[in-house]
């Protein structure tokens, strides 16, 4: 009761990358709290899913393993969170922002009537003085994500109603390891007693996934494009450079918005969060929202033909020039020294 609980999203008994990211943050959220931290896990086939999550710190495991929970539907997942919610009593539940987690995420809140922040950038726990009715509210969980079209960063609490919930997308959170060897308990859920045999009216027939080919979040060198590179074809450019780099291609949402590149690309807030070793920003002018989906990169070049560009606010080295002057003599000069 009043504990962290994390959703597990799996495919193919393997957890996802977004809920170990969680249950890392989930982790330091129970430390901070003094309270445990919990795991749901709903599927069919998850007799090892425990050795993959313990090492992460799960005090508590609960299993549901059922044939007819896979492939995820919408009725059966909601019912068995939203009653495992309200036996439970979870002080904070986080999920994934993905095309699950905003599935469920919002059936689950609606149900318990407990609030939802979408893709929050980060979480912590703060106390809230709610000056109108003269209370202070300790503990509380700050859910932090921009708003108003990303012009400020706001900062959301929920102090009346439980869970506190959120959603956050992968590459935001650090995934860490807690004790290789921790051990955690594990309780097998009766699905039954959580999901009525009516929720399983809708049956997958067949199923086909489609893999993205651009795997920006594994690329140790990034090339990102912005509007400022000024036209899909000067996009070839930043494709040029990572070719010779053995990079991967990126870019803010006003270049995919302009159609310079496909939405798959996309860096930010509504698109991909990325920890390169090295992110190269071609004509990126630095909106919070793409900031939020970059900003832990190891080192951040900045090229802009604006030397006030708020991207160089956080650049290591800021080059300013045009991308059409500045990136060929990238991949000149870089071919010359690597020979």
Not at 19 to 48: N, Q
Not at 79 to 99: C, D, H, R, Y
């Amino acid at each position: 009761m009043n504990n962290v609980i994390v959703h597990l999203e799996i495919e193919d008994g393997i957890v996802s990358n977004v809920s170990f990211e969680l249950l890392t943050k989930g982790r330091a959220l129970a430390d901070t709290l003094g309270v445990k931290l919990e795991a749901i896990a709903a599927g069919y086939g998850l007799s090892h899913i425990d050795e993959q999550v313990f090492p992460y710190g799960v005090d508590l495991l609960y299993l549901a393993d059922d044939k007819r929970l896979v492939p995820y539907t919408s009725l059966p997942h909601t019912s068995l969170v939203v009653n495992l919610f309200k036996a439970e009593k979870p002080q904070i539940a986080l999920m994934g922002a993905t095309s699950i987690g905003r599935d469920l995420g919002p059936r689950v809140s609606s149900a318990l009537f407990s609030g939802l922040t979408a893709d929050c950038t980060s979480l912590e726990i703060g106390e809230y003085h709610d000056k109108k009715a003269g209370k202070i509210h300790a503990s509380l969980l700050y859910q932090i994500r921009p708003a108003f079209g990303g012009n400020i960063v706001a900062t959301i609490v929920n102090p009346d109603c439980r869970p506190q919930m959120a959603t956050v997308r992968e590459g935001v959170m650090k995934r860490e390891i807690r004790d290789p060897n921790y051990s955690g308990q594990t309780r097998i859920l009766d699905v039954s007693e959580y999901v009525a045999d009516t929720d399983f009216v809708i049956e997958v027939i067949e199923r086909h996934i489609e893999k993205s080919k651009i795997n920006l979040g594994a690329a140790p060198v990034i090339v990102a494009g912005g509007y400022g590179v000024g036209s899909a074809e000067n996009f070839n450019l930043l494709y040029d450079l990572a070719s010779v780099l053995g990079a991967e291609v990126g870019a803010s949402r006003a270049a995919v918005d302009a159609g310079f590149a496909e939405h798959d690309r996309q860096i930010g807030q509504t698109g991909i969060t990325v920890r390169p070793k090295l992110y190269i920003a071609c004509g990126i002018s630095g909106q919070i929202q793409h900031i939020a989906g970059m900003q832990e990169s190891a080192i951040i070049i900045s090229i802009n033909s604006d030397a006030n560009a708020p991207i160089n606010a956080i650049a290591d080295y800021v080059i300013t020039g045009t991308i059409e002057e500045t990136v060929p003599k990238f991949i000149k000069y870089y071919r010359k020294n690597s020979k």
